[in-house]
């Protein structure tokens, strides 16, 4: 009997702790609001990484910076993004998922406030990045709050829902960013955050529930672990980010920081499989389901922001795009993929949630292999049919792997889930940028070598090519010698640009390659449960 009771006692005070207030129960009205404003905020976060890179040289110029300078903007976005994620499991478990939002939601709308008022390159660099590290906070917990507070019919939804920020928010980011400045100025790509900032403080205000800081998880803090994972991650997105600029490991800074991104990684993955309560459990590596499906969610990082970057790169540089047209082009790969995320969780009820994300990164490679086939001719307007097909494929695979990944996690490992696939994620991302960045050069030079190799072979072809450069150029006014110097730039430029184009081919088509990777990877997932 003492033991009867004793069970049921802890019956009731296991379901006092799960059972939520009136109006905060899942899947209930303030829960949805709740999603929602995390999903906003996290759209805000993602968007502002790309929202500058269309109007770096209107900034660039207003702050007297040069390009490589310049840089720098991004990049400190980024390392405090990282560095950010992985604090808040920790924080917003001690300090409350409310109270923790509300501050960092607040403290992002001031931080963009600073970023359009800054004086100089330096002010800059630290207001995007405590832009950042605010923004980044935004991010894992708008995807924990869909596992927390929608039922499980209903995760498909909130996971299409966080398909729209995940994808949506990069893809449209150039456009919108070349639209504010061509209108306005670029000081309106930091202030268009305030309107739905202060929407979004108010909807998590309304949607969670107020719960007191507890201060024995605060204190029972992993100091280690903060401190080598920010060095370690902090570091190596400043690798990734500056190593292609400054020729990798030719430069003292990024050989020096690489060495202590490296040791400082493998030191912080030793004490988070050692510790108690580690500031993020990646024990939840060794169950393979979860493994794999962060597999996914990095090769699709690789593969969403390499065509970002890719994209606006071959247009400027082979066509001189401006960053208006460019955006016009990059826009194809967000607005059709909101035509598809709402069926996509109807699907899920019907087909195997494997087949669609391997259909999905399947549609993602066949985009890339449409990219790589290009001429001189192939413009903003050939890329608009692979850019759909991007788009189709994207809500394919961010619904499915959600759902896939978080199958067999306990509530509790929620936070640590949300945080390893989110940064794998922008891990991805990172490494798909430098990847991309250092071959597409790479491979320029190679293919640059070869057609200057090939010259004497096509000489008389050649000869031709000048003689008509040269007659078209003495008409139109220069002397014979200037005329000859000029056609024989003319031809050097022609035969650089044709390097840089099988290049770009070469890329694209490597990149398809990597994503077909994710396929198989995806199909190796074991099968969910029925219902």
Not at 31 to 40: C, E, M, P, R, S
Not at 106 to 129: P, Q, T
């Amino acid at each position: 009997m003492g033991n009867a009771s004793a069970l049921d006692a802890g019956s009731r005070n296991v379901t006092s702790q799960v059972v939520k207030p009136q109006g905060f129960e899942l899947g209930s009205r303030r829960a949805w609001i709740a999603v929602f404003g995390g999903l906003i905020g996290a759209f805000m976060a993602i968007l502002d990484i790309q929202i500058t890179n269309a109007s770096m040289k209107e900034i660039q110029g207003s702050l007297g910076a040069t390009l490589e300078e310049g840089s720098w903007i991004a990049t400190a976005y980024l390392v405090a993004e990282m560095i950010a994620i992985p604090l808040s499991g920790w924080l917003s478990t001690g300090l409350s998922t409310r109270r923790y939002l509300l501050w960092t939601t607040s403290a992002f709308i001031i931080a963009s406030v600073l970023c359009s008022l800054s004086w100089n390159l330096e002010s800059m660099i630290a207001f995007r990045a405590l832009q950042g590290f605010f923004g980044g906070a935004l991010i894992p917990l708008a995807f924990r709050l869909i596992l927390e507070f929608l039922p499980d019919d209903k995760r498909a939804i909130g996971m299409a829902l966080f398909g729209v920020t995940a994808t949506f928010a990069p893809s449209i980011g150039p456009t919108l960013g070349g639209w504010l400045t061509e209108q306005f100025s670029w000081h309106y790509l930091f202030y268009i955050n305030v309107p739905p900032g202060l929407l979004v403080m108010a909807m998590l205000a309304y949607g969670l529930e107020k719960k007191p800081v507890l201060w024995d998880k605060l204190k029972n803090v992993d100091l280690a672990g903060i401190v080598t994972m920010a060095l370690g991650m902090g570091c190596l997105e400043v690798v990734l980010e500056e190593g292609n600029r400054k020729d990798w490991f030719g430069s003292d800074l990024i050989r020096h920081l690489a060495i202590i991104a490296a040791v400082n990684i493998a030191l912080f993955i030793w004490i988070e499989l050692r510790h108690r309560t580690p500031l993020v459990n990646l024990r939840l590596l060794g169950q393979r389901d979860f493994a794999i499906s962060t597999l996914a969610y990095f090769l699709l990082g690789m593969g969403l922001f390499g065509a970002i970057y890719m994209i606006p790169l071959y247009l400027s540089q082979i066509h001189n795009y401006n960053p208006l047209e460019i955006g016009e082009v990059i826009m194809w790969m967000g607005f059709p993929q909101l035509l598809v995320l709402p069926f996509v969780p109807k699907l899920m009820k019907h087909f195997d949630g494997r087949y669609l994300a391997a259909f999905g990164f399947s549609m993602f490679a066949l985009s890339y292999y449409m990219n790589s086939h290009m001429t001189a001719d192939f413009a903003g307007q050939q890329m608009i049919a692979s850019q759909i097909i991007r788009a189709l494929g994207q809500p394919f695979i961010l619904v499915p792997i959600g759902i896939l990944a978080t199958m067999h996690i306990k509530a509790e490992e929620n936070a640590s889930a949300s945080t390893v696939l989110n940064v794998m994620r922008n891990l991805g991302g990172a490494c798909g940028i430098a990847l991309v960045a250092t071959l597409t050069d790479n491979l320029a030079r190679t293919h640059l070598a070869r057609l200057k190799e090939s010259i004497p072979a096509v000489s008389s072809y050649a000869q031709d090519y000048l003689a008509q450069s040269a007659s078209m150029l003495q008409s139109a006014g220069s002397d014979p010698i200037t005329a000859n110097a000029q056609a024989q730039a003319l031809l050097g430029q022609t035969m650089t640009q044709q390097a840089y184009i099988q290049a770009y081919n070469d890329v694209f088509l490597i990149m398809g390659g990597l994503l077909l990777i994710a396929v198989v990877a995806v199909l190796s997932i074991r099968k969910p449960k029925s219902g």
